[in-house]
């Protein structure tokens, strides 16, 4: 199995900004869709955050407003998540998984992932 590790997360203050990377073991084909999610502390969810597909087309949840930018590499070996605007409420453990599906599947169902990574930390301050 491909494994991911994900870097960068760290503390900011409010107004900062973060850029979050995560790298594959091996290269995912452009059938996969690739995302950010993230845990919330004392929420058990992961609630979908940005989301790739092989093409560059990216999907974002409503509560990101334009303040990031997920954009992966053409190897298909890197995903990253360029963070601005950060605001407390942004703070949590974010975790890079991959989809044998479409972003827009992959927004809605978090479960189709077949890869996770272990998260990085971000903890943004008032």
């Known amino acids: 199995q491909v494994e991911l590790g994900e870097s960068g997360g760290g503390s900011v203050q409010s107004g900062g900004s973060l850029r979050l990377s995560c790298a594959s073991g091996s290269p995912y084909p452009s059938t996969y869709s690739m995302g950010w999610f993230r845990q919330r502390p004392e929420k058990e969810e992961r609630e979908a955050v940005a989301l790739a597909d092989g093409d560059g087309t990216a999907v974002y949840a409503d509560f990101v407003q334009g303040r990031f930018t997920i954009f992966r590499d053409s190897a298909g070996n890197r995903l990253y998540l360029q963070m601005t605007s950060l605001k407390p409420e942004d703070s949590g453990t974010y975790f890079c998984?991959?989809?044998?599906?479409?972003?827009?599947?992959?927004?809605?169902?978090?479960?189709?992932?077949?890869?996770w990574g272990r998260g990085t930390r971000v903890t943004v301050s008032s």
């Open positions: 998984a991959a989809a044998p599906v479409p972003s827009q599947m992959f927004l809605r169902f978090r479960q189709v992932a077949d890869t």
